[in-house]
Structures are given as structure tokens and as C-alpha cells.
């Protein structure tokens, strides 16, 4: 489970990347704002744990319409040999733990270089600027670091550049402030703890900090119309400076490939195709991008589109003596009885329907017997013989998995396990407020009969906590693979 869903973030993440890129390329043709692709990309792998997480939510997000066409996924059960699924239990332990060092480690990294730009900054001096206060260090920035109130750093050897210069580094970073692009680095930052082991979003946040120094760039041309001068003084603060040692800083200069598109972005020419490209570039970042929130996680939503037909409800009915008809000769053996092929005593099974209860009236009748008037129990709220949505907020619980798990093993027929016959079976499953099961359907067959009525058999031991919306129990139908298979 968590090994194929770690696998399906990546997935998510690759076509999150291709998406940005032709947004970041239709955007800058347009001259608008590039960083919050990227910020988009890196928030959509969290946001794909969360749409496993609440199935029912994304579903219905996805298309409203169908809201009650869609009922409740829970994990499901594979059989084998003895020693089957033992070894994927050992890789989504690893993979567990693995995730959860790699978050430790990610968190012990910004809080180690938070409490270093606390330590530095005590021995900064503080000095004012063209109308702006700014700490001079001995070799940190020019940068922005800071959240709640944003602060600019500039090394001292910045303070002796030319007038003009100098004015375009202070802009820069002014600007940095004014589009919050700190508080911007930090719920990136926050992102990429969630799934630090991604290399992807490690190559994601490169990308965010270069658009947002190009953004950065083409609001303060905006302001000092000369790309030239502009240009040089990115490449003499750039052969000055010391590569930043802190994520949580926006820098004026970075790295060589940074600059280098930032310098192309400045001198690039527009032509009367730039923009008809870049709407055409943003279009197909749009359609990769409903293919990124399209992936489907492990645990998504079974969807309703070509239901099966529900099997033959099966009803408890006694042993009726049937009358022999007057004028023939009785049959040999004994007197038939009408009785169900397949007779549950579990006290999970459905009560019989109104048309079993007619017709074993009739039945009573023929044989002389006196019918009492039978009072009907008050029963809790029904859902209907359908599967559908019904709202809630804490999923039912499965509670006997053990035992479950010692019927796939009984159930699974010999034969079939013995020719090697797997089949995987999706059983739709109604529990009403008790958490007590009321109904099983088959949603997807196996394509062996033999195995669905397994399944069916398998689900009908299954014991559940009930499903509560806020404070109050409700009944709920649940989605269940049931799998059979022979390794």
C-alpha cells in the first residue's frame, strides 16, 4: 500500500513537472508570473495522499453528478499460499520507515539552518538604504529571509558598488518583500517535508526559486527600463558571491544555469507569435495537468459505470411439506421441500423480502395451517437496495481481519488453487448503523463464478465498526477487492 502509493506520487509528480513546464513557457511569453506553477506542482503529490485518503471527497469533487453513484473503498484482501503478501508487508514497512526518516532528517535540516540565520544575524549590522533598512553581513546575500516581517542581507562589499547598481540590488530584493516570495520559499519548503525523498520535487523547488527571480527581474525592469545595466550588475554580483547555504533564502544571484535563464528571459524578443504560442503552450498545460489529478491512487473510488448484475439475494425460508394435488399419484421419496441452495445462519444475513413472506403465507394457507399477523420489528434507517453515497466522516472500521483472513484461505476453492486460477473480485457491502452487515452485491466479477461465490461467502464474515457522520451513526454501503491468488 504505501510502496505503490510513494510509486504513484512519483508518477503524479512527473506529470505535474510536464504541466509546469508548458505553463511557466506560455506564461513567460505572456510576460505573467511563473513561481506559482511550480508552487502548483509541488503541492499536487501531498494533495494526491490526500485524495486517497478521502476517497469519497475527491469523487465527488471530480464530478458532482455522480455523487451518489459512488460508495464508500476500503483495502483489500489478497489469498494465496501461507507465505502470500508476506513480502509486500515488508517492503511498505520499509518503505514506511524509510519515509519517515527522510521527514525527520528534512525537518532537523531547516531547523539547524533556522537557528543559523539566527546566530548570524546577531552579529549583522543594521544600516539604512535608499529609504529601507537592510543588515550588512560579511559574505550572506543579497538575500530575503524572514516571515512574519521579512528582512533584506547584503554583504558589505555590495555597499561600494556604483550608485546605480546598488539601487537595482535594493530593488530586487524590495520587490522580493512586496510579493511575499519568503512566505511563498516556506509553504514550499513545508511541501517538500511531506515528501522529501522525491527527487522530482527536490528538482520542483529549483525551478520555483530560478521563476521566482525572473518574476522578480521583470517587475524591476519595469521600474529601471535597462536591461544592460541590469544584466551587469546580475553577472558582477554573481562573480562575487558564495553559493546560499540556506533554503529559506530568496537570493539576488544563485546558481550558473539560474542566471543564465534569467539573462535569456530579459533579452528574449517578442514577436507577433509570442502570445498565440504561449496560449497554445497554457492549453496544454492545462490538459496535462487534468492528467496529473486524474491518476488514480490506491484506494480510489470504485465508480459505477457498468455494474454488474447483483447476484440472487439469498432468503431463509424452513422446510414447507408441499400438499400432494388431488387426483395424482404421489411421487416416490419424500415430500419435496422449497428450501434456498445456499442457507446463511450467520446473524449478519438480510431479513427475508415482503414477496418471500406472501408466498410462504400462501404456502400455509394451502396446508391448513393458521397464519398470525407477524409484528414487524421498527428497523433502523434503510439505503436502499442499491449502492450509494452517504455522507459521513469517519469510515467503517473492519474488525475481525484475522478471521477474515483465515476464510480467504478456506474459501478459496482447491481446484482453482491447484490449476494455479487467480481472479480478483470487487464486492459492494451495506452496513447499516450496528455495523452490522445487511447485504452483499458484486460489483466486478473475477470471471469465475466459483470465486465470486467465494468472495461472497469470504464477505459475509466480515464484522464492522459503524460509519459516523460528526456524532451520529449512519448506515453506508463500502467497496471491497477481494482477490484470489496462487504465488
Given at each position: 500500500m504505501i510502496a505503490s502509493l510513494a510509486l504513484q506520487m512519483v508518477i503524479v509528480s512527473v506529470?505535474?513537472?510536464?504541466?509546469?513546464?508548458?505553463?511557466?513557457?506560455?506564461?513567460r511569453r505572456m510576460r505573467l508570473a511563473t513561481r506559482w506553477t511550480w508552487l502548483a506542482a509541488l503541492a499536487?503529490?501531498?494533495?494526491?495522499?490526500?485524495?486517497?485518503?478521502?476517497?469519497?471527497?475527491?469523487?465527488?469533487?471530480?464530478?458532482?453528478?455522480?455523487?451518489?453513484?459512488?460508495?464508500?473503498?476500503?483495502?483489500?484482501?489478497?489469498?494465496?499460499?501461507?507465505?502470500?503478501?508476506?513480502?509486500?508487508?515488508?517492503?511498505?514497512?520499509?518503505?514506511?520507515?524509510?519515509?519517515?526518516?527522510a521527514v525527520a532528517a528534512m525537518l532537523m535540516v531547516l531547523l539547524r539552518g533556522?537557528?543559523?540565520?539566527?546566530?548570524?544575524?546577531?552579529?549583522?549590522?543594521?544600516?539604512?538604504?535608499?529609504?529601507?533598512?537592510?543588515?550588512?553581513?560579511?559574505?550572506?546575500?543579497?538575500?530575503?529571509?524572514?516571515?512574519?516581517?521579512?528582512?533584506?542581507v547584503i554583504p558589505a562589499w555590495v555597499l561600494r558598488l556604483?550608485?546605480?547598481?546598488?539601487?537595482?540590488?535594493?530593488?530586487?530584493?524590495?520587490?522580493?518583500?512586496?510579493?511575499?516570495?519568503?512566505?511563498?520559499?516556506?509553504?514550499?519548503?513545508?511541501?517538500?517535508?511531506?515528501?522529501?525523498?522525491?527527487?522530482?520535487?527536490?528538482?520542483?523547488?529549483?525551478?520555483?526559486?530560478?521563476?521566482?527571480?525572473i518574476d522578480c527581474d521583470r517587475?524591476?525592469?519595469?521600474?529601471?527600463?535597462?536591461?544592460?545595466r541590469y544584466g551587469n550588475t546580475l553577472l558582477t554580483v554573481a562573480a562575487q558571491i558564495t553559493p546560499e547555504r540556506s533554503l529559506g533564502l530568496a537570493a539576488f544571484s544563485e546558481s550558473t544555469h539560474s542566471l543564465h535563464s534569467r539573462i535569456v528571459a530579459m533579452t528574449t524578443r517578442r514577436s507577433r507569435w509570442t502570445t498565440p504560442v504561449g496560449v497554445l503552450l497554457l492549453t496544454l498545460s492545462v490538459l496535462v495537468g487534468i492528467q496529473a489529478c486524474g491518476i488514480y491512487g490506491p484506494t480510489e473510488p470504485t465508480r459505477m459505470e457498468s455494474a454488474a448484475a447483483p447476484p440472487t439475494p439469498i432468503v431463509r425460508t424452513e422446510p414447507v411439506a408441499v400438499p400432494p394435488t388431488?387426483?395424482?399419484?404421489?411421487?416416490?421419496?419424500?415430500?419435496?421441500?422449497?428450501?434456498?441452495?445456499?442457507?446463511?445462519?450467520?446473524?449478519?444475513?438480510?431479513?427475508?423480502?415482503?414477496?418471500?413472506?406472501?408466498?410462504?403465507?400462501?404456502?400455509?394457507?394451502?396446508g391448513g395451517a393458521e397464519v398470525e399477523p407477524e409484528i414487524e420489528?421498527?428497523?433502523?434507517?434503510?439505503?436502499?437496495?442499491?449502492?450509494?453515497?452517504?455522507?459521513?466522516?469517519?469510515?467503517?472500521?473492519?474488525?475481525?481481519?484475522?478471521?477474515?483472513?483465515?476464510?480467504?484461505?478456506?474459501?478459496y476453492p482447491a481446484l482453482l488453487r491447484d490449476a494455479g486460477v487467480s481472479g480478483r473480485t470487487i464486492v459492494w457491502i451495506k452496513i447499516d448503523e450496528r455495523g452490522v452487515l445487511q447485504d452483499v452485491q458484486i460489483n466486478q466479477s473475477s470471471g469465475h463464478p466459483a470465486l465470486d461465490a467465494a468472495a461472497i461467502r469470504v464477505a459475509r464474515t466480515m464484522e464492522f465498526s459503524p460509519a459516523l457522520n460528526r456524532d451520529q451513526v449512519v448506515p453506508v454501503w463500502v467497496s471491497i477487492p477481494i482477490q484470489f491468488q496462487r504465488r
Open positions: 506529470a505535474a513537472t510536464g504541466a509546469a513546464l508548458a505553463a511557466e513557457a506560455g506564461l499536487l503529490p501531498p494533495l494526491f495522499v490526500l485524495a486517497s485518503l478521502l476517497p469519497p471527497l475527491t469523487a465527488l469533487l471530480r464530478n458532482p453528478t455522480t455523487a451518489a453513484m459512488v460508495v464508500v473503498p476500503l483495502e483489500g484482501f489478497t489469498v494465496g499460499t501461507a507465505a502470500s503478501g508476506g513480502w509486500r508487508e515488508l517492503v511498505d514497512a520499509g518503505v514506511a520507515v524509510a519515509w519517515g526518516i533556522h537557528l543559523q540565520l539566527r546566530r548570524e544575524r546577531r552579529g549583522w549590522s543594521r544600516t539604512s538604504l535608499i529609504g529601507g533598512t537592510v543588515y550588512a553581513s560579511l559574505d550572506r546575500g543579497p538575500a530575503v529571509g524572514g516571515l512574519g516581517r521579512p528582512w533584506i556604483p550608485p546605480r547598481e546598488l539601487r537595482m540590488v535594493l530593488v530586487h530584493e524590495g520587490e522580493h518583500v512586496r510579493a511575499g516570495d519568503p512566505r511563498l520559499l516556506a509553504g514550499a519548503l513545508a511541501l517538500l517535508t511531506l515528501t522529501p525523498w522525491n527527487q522530482i520535487s527536490w528538482w520542483q523547488l529549483r525551478r520555483l526559486r530560478a521563476a521566482m527571480e517587475r524591476v525592469l519595469a521600474q529601471e527600463r535597462d536591461p544592460r388431488p387426483g395424482a399419484s404421489p411421487a416416490p421419496g419424500p415430500a419435496p421441500t422449497a428450501t434456498s441452495p445456499d442457507v446463511e445462519t450467520t446473524p449478519t444475513e438480510p431479513p427475508p423480502s415482503a414477496d418471500s413472506g406472501v408466498r410462504d403465507a400462501v404456502e400455509a394457507l394451502r420489528p421498527e428497523r433502523p434507517r434503510d439505503i436502499g437496495g442499491t449502492p450509494i453515497f452517504t455522507p459521513f466522516t469517519v469510515a467503517p472500521n473492519l474488525l475481525n481481519r484475522y478471521v477474515v483472513g483465515a476464510a480467504l484461505e478456506r474459501e
